[in-house]
């Protein structure tokens, strides 16, 4: 019988910064939840409003429509990126030099910051400066994102895509070198085909990596705002105005503080609601998968 008792004393040394990280988290909330409750006409000019600024952008057309545009787009993404970053991890050296030379190119997009992808793909697209631009407009293509919703909608894919693949690839492929070697030997004596391996060896191991993949590109395409901000401004028209770039507009450009943080709120609880949903609608298949694994 082990009686040994669980030394949880080293919580002591993360205590301070979870409560300073709590802190830092929790008061710029509250000061968000007071302005949805207020009209603030200016420092001493306040009038409480109750829920008047929620219903009006639960019932903006605008609004839905941004939000409609931003659910395409991470639907988009999530089917581009999860299958093409668990493609590019399995065909990736599992070790040498080339292992190592290949991490760090892969990793490359990621060091680069938002708001410069935005102004490299902007310049990359130019029809006479621009590689891909005069490309497609060599080859009789009428390219043109500041005009055409289509070509700014497919430009915004691509960046996204170029730029958060490489970190779903990484995730997989560090799920795919946990996996002993033990289930690759098995499945050589059993002259497994490689369809057999990856569907019942790696993509079962790759489930928890996929669902951390998965929150974190849904969270960030979900809130996506530099990237296209800087290369279409939210156009042609309103075509690529997601709802980060409502709600900066509503908050900064209109100064409307009010209607902004109750907008706000409500962003903030569809994106945990929705993260909510995939991750446990992932962890109850993945129980499911073990249940019946173990009958």
Same mark, same amino acid.
């Given at each position: 019988?082990?009686?040994?008792?669980?030394?949880?004393?080293?919580?002591?040394?993360?205590?301070?910064?979870?409560?300073?990280?709590?802190?830092?988290?929790?008061?710029?909330?509250?000061?968000?939840?007071?302005?949805?409750?207020?009209?603030?006409?200016?420092?001493?000019?306040?009038?409480?409003?109750?829920?008047?600024?929620?219903?009006?952008?639960?019932?903006?057309?605008?609004?839905?429509?941004?939000?409609?545009?931003?659910?395409?787009?991470?639907?988009?993404?999530?089917?581009?990126?999860?299958?093409?970053?668990?493609?590019?991890?399995?065909?990736?050296?599992?070790?040498?030099?080339?292992?190592?030379?290949?991490?760090?190119?892969?990793?490359?997009?990621?060091?680069?910051?938002?708001?410069?992808?935005?102004?490299?793909?902007?310049?990359?697209?130019?029809?006479?400066?621009?590689?891909?631009?005069? @490309?497609? /407009?060599?080859?009789?293509?009428?390219?043109?994102?500041?005009?055409?919703?289509?070509? &700014?909608? !497919?430009? #915004? %894919?691509?960046?996204?895509?170029?730029?958060?693949?490489?970190?779903?690839?990484?995730?997989?492929?560090?799920?795919?070198?946990?996996?002993?070697?033990?289930?690759?030997?098995?499945?050589?004596?059993?002259?497994?085909?490689?369809?057999?391996?990856?569907?019942?060896?790696?993509?079962?191991?790759?489930?928890?990596?996929?669902?951390?993949?998965?929150?974190?590109?849904?969270?960030?395409?979900?809130?996506?705002?530099?990237?296209?901000?800087?290369?279409?401004?939210?156009?042609?028209?309103?075509?690529?105005?997601?709802? @980060?770039? /409502?709600?900066?507009?509503?908050?900064?450009?209109?100064?409307?503080?009010?209607?902004? &943080?109750? !907008?706000? #709120? %409500?962003?903030?609880?569809?994106?945990?609601?929705?993260?909510?949903?995939?991750?446990?609608?992932?962890?109850?298949?993945?129980?499911?998968?073990?249940?019946?694994?173990?009958?």
């Amino acid at each position: 019988m082990n009686n040994k008792v669980q030394n949880n004393r080293a919580w002591l040394l993360v205590l301070p910064m979870l409560v300073l990280v709590a802190f830092s988290a929790i008061i710029p909330l509250m000061t968000v939840v007071n302005y949805s409750v207020q009209d603030v006409l200016g420092p001493h000019a306040r009038f409480f409003t109750g829920t008047e600024w929620f219903s009006t952008m639960l019932n903006d057309p605008a609004l839905h429509a941004a939000f409609g545009r931003q659910v395409a787009f991470s639907l988009i993404i999530l089917a581009i990126q999860v299958p093409l970053g668990i493609g590019i991890a399995l065909l990736m050296p599992k070790k040498g030099w080339q292992a190592s030379a290949v991490l760090i190119l892969i990793t490359l997009p990621l060091l680069i910051p938002w708001n410069v992808v935005g102004s490299i793909w902007q310049i990359f697209t130019r029809n006479d400066i621009g590689l891909m631009g005069w @490309s497609l /407009s060599e080859i009789g293509l009428d390219y043109n994102l500041t005009r055409n919703a289509s070509d &700014a909608w !497919f430009t #915004i %894919i691509l960046m996204d895509v170029w730029h958060w693949t490489p970190l779903v690839a990484m995730l997989c492929y560090s799920g795919l070198r946990s996996i002993p070697e033990a289930y690759y030997q098995a499945a050589r004596i059993d002259r497994a085909s490689k369809w057999a391996v990856f569907r019942y060896i790696q993509l079962p191991k790759l489930t928890n990596v996929l669902v951390i993949a998965v929150l974190l590109r849904f969270m960030h395409s979900f809130m996506i705002y530099a990237e296209p901000f800087v290369l279409t401004g939210g156009g042609p028209g309103s075509s690529t105005t997601f709802l @980060s770039q /409502s709600l900066t507009t509503m908050a900064i450009g209109q100064q409307d503080l009010g209607p902004s &943080a109750a !907008f706000s #709120i %409500i962003y903030f609880l569809v994106i945990l609601l929705v993260s909510w949903v995939f991750y446990t609608t992932i962890m109850h298949m993945q129980k499911d998968k073990n249940s019946q694994g173990g009958a």
